[in-house]
């Protein structure tokens, strides 16, 4: 199966890149970016499905089939910009110029906004790496938010100064009190969710908007988030070592190391948080001339997010959906998707991506 898939995906890229140079026009070259690489391509439909397959065809077909994307996109930004500047010499040599125009340019237009761009760069890394992308609902019950991850009831984000509770709607059950429904704190509500509806092996992330009560340079009411999720028979943390070192290489470049230190997170167990070593200084923590480096702070690192084992109590709460805590074993991690931006693209403050000042989004066109 993986053999195959690794043949259709070179068979694509040939057909592609054929039809690609034979381009007549832009608007034309814009409709082949969609048909083959649009999210209803059947190069897009091959990634999402690796998870199917064989975990030692995983790595080979994703990463043949993400060489194959960037090539494609390199050819028809080429093609496209060669017909550009065909088409405005063209332009330029035929047509007349009206001097009483306004003079005001007209404004470009839009494209995706930074965060958008990072979620699906890290969407498109893991469905490399054979996960599944899943959504899950921002209205969330106490009972996922917090009781079947392992949350205790005196927990300090169960009080109303840290967390948005939502009055339940007319046809809730009576049970259901004030602070039974929330806007969720964190996608991994959706572990639990994924794991009632599916036996093990599970391999997810779940990428979307959070809220809490917390507002900053840093961190904002709402936020988004991606949780990952990998549980199968004898995963140890040196699979959430190499799974994290793997797709912060592909964000943040070939060279970036990983380092993990002990934390506490309710629902893992051990837990640990992670660093990736600066990619400003190279993890010396020092630039040029000996000065400090101001964005790992002179220390090398940059912290990014939590991970850790799936606590087995996690695991009782859906033991009878095949989730034996004698059985099988998986880690999960979580970060900030603004926190990756803010990284990738050097913006200091976080609120800056809500702002919508076109100042800044610009930029990223």
């Known amino acids: 199966m993986g053999q195959k898939a690794t043949e259709r995906i070179f ?11 034979a381009g007549e026009n832009v608007a034309g070259l814009e409709e082949l970016r969609v048909k083959w690489l649009g999210r209803k391509s059947e190069l897009t439909g091959i990634l999402r499905g690796i998870a199917g397959l064989e975990p030692a065809e995983r790595g080979l077909v994703g990463g043949s089939a993400n060489k194959v994307r ?11 910009a060669e017909l550009s500047a065909a088409e405005l010499e063209t332009s330029l040599s035929t047509d007349s110029i009206d001097v009483t125009l ?3 340019p007209v404004r470009a237009v839009g494209h995706l906004h930074p965060i958008t761009r990072t979620r699906r760069l890290i969407e498109d890394v893991m469905i490399g790496l054979g996960y599944q992308v899943m959504e899950g609902p921002e209205v969330e019950h106490d009972f996922y938010n917090f009781t079947a991850l392992n949350h205790p009831d005196d927990h300090p984000a169960r009080m109303l100064q840290d967390t948005f509770y939502v009055e339940p709607g007319g046809g809730a059950p009576a049970e259901v009190g004030k602070q039974d ?13 994924a794991m009632e509806a599916a036996p093990p092996p599970l391999f997810m992330i779940v990428p979307g908007k959070t809220y809490r ?3 900053d340079a840093t ?41 993990m230190r002990p934390h506490f997170f309710p629902f893992t ?24 480096c101001n964005l ?3 220390i090398g690192w940059i912290e990014l997010g939590g991970a850790g084992m799936v606590d087995p109590n996690v695991f009782g709460f859906v033991r009878d959906a095949g989730y034996d805590p004698d059985s099988v074993t998986g880690f999960a991690f979580g970060f900030g998707i603004e926190r990756i931006a803010m990284l990738r693209h050097g913006v200091g403050d976080l609120r800056l991506f809500f702002d919508n000042d076109v100042r800044l989004l610009e930029q990223f066109s």
């Not at 960037?70 to 496209?80: C, D, F, G, Q, Y």
């Not at 200084?281 to 000996?290: E, I, R, V, W, Y």
């Open 219 to 259: 961190h904002s009411p709402m936020f988004h988030q991606v949780e990952g999720l990998a549980v199968a028979e004898g995963i140890t943390l040196a699979d959430l070592k190499g799974t994290l070192l793997a797709m912060l290489r592909e964000i943040f470049g070939p060279d970036r190391e990983i380092r």
């Open 296 to 298: 790992c702070k002179g």
């Open 70 to 80: 960037e090539k494609l996109e390199a050819t028809l930004e080429a093609r496209i």
């Open 269 to 292: 167990e051990p837990s640990v948080e992670f660093d990736v070593s600066c990619f400003k200084c190279g993890g010396t923590g020092q630039l040029g001339k000996g000065d400090r």
């Open 11 to 21: 068979e694509i890229e040939a057909e592609a890149t054929v039809e690609v140079e």
């Open 213 to 215: 009560r917390d507002s």
């Open 181 to 193: 429904v929330l806007l969720r704190t964190h996608t991994s509500p959706m572990q639990v969710r």
């Open 102 to 104: 306004p003079g005001s």
